[in-house]
């Protein structure tokens, strides 16, 4: 059973930082690429970052700089190191991945996704 499980979510005043976990687990044939999307209230979800197999990695221009994706493979787990965290950064973060590629211009560019964790920044 395929499943992806956030954690590190929570409250923060702006300026601050947090670092979201995904452990992935389930993937008989692997995960070629592997994301965050979030998606605040009364919004549309929208992708984050992503990073694929040979590590290449992109990102949303709003968090450019401010955010950075990382995969302990060893682990199986999805990282997003968050920075300089800004008010419109609040919003429920997911986990998504895919066998092949992982859209993050796309509301829905992912097969697998988790149930997400909320980052609150006031």
């Known amino acids: 059973q395929v499943q992806l499980v956030e954690s590190g979510g929570g409250s923060v005043q702006p300026g601050g930082r947090l670092t979201l976990s995904c452990l992935k687990s389930g993937f008989t044939y692997g995960t070629n690429c592997i994301g965050w999307f979030r998606q605040a209230p009364d919004k549309q979800r929208e992708g984050v970052a992503a990073?694929?197999?040979?590590?290449?990695?992109r990102y949303r221009d709003s968090v450019k700089g401010r955010f950075t994706i990382s995969e302990d493979i060893a682990k199986n787990t999805l990282y997003l190191q968050m920075n300089s965290l800004k008010p419109e950064d609040t919003a429920m973060y997911y986990c998504?991945?895919?066998?092949?590629?992982?859209?993050?211009?796309?509301?829905?560019?992912?097969?697998?996704w988790g149930q997400g964790t909320q980052v609150t920044v006031s």
């Open positions: 998504a991945a895919d066998r092949f590629y992982v859209d993050i211009q796309d509301r829905n560019g992912a097969s697998y």
């Open positions: 990073i694929r197999s040979d590590g290449s990695t």
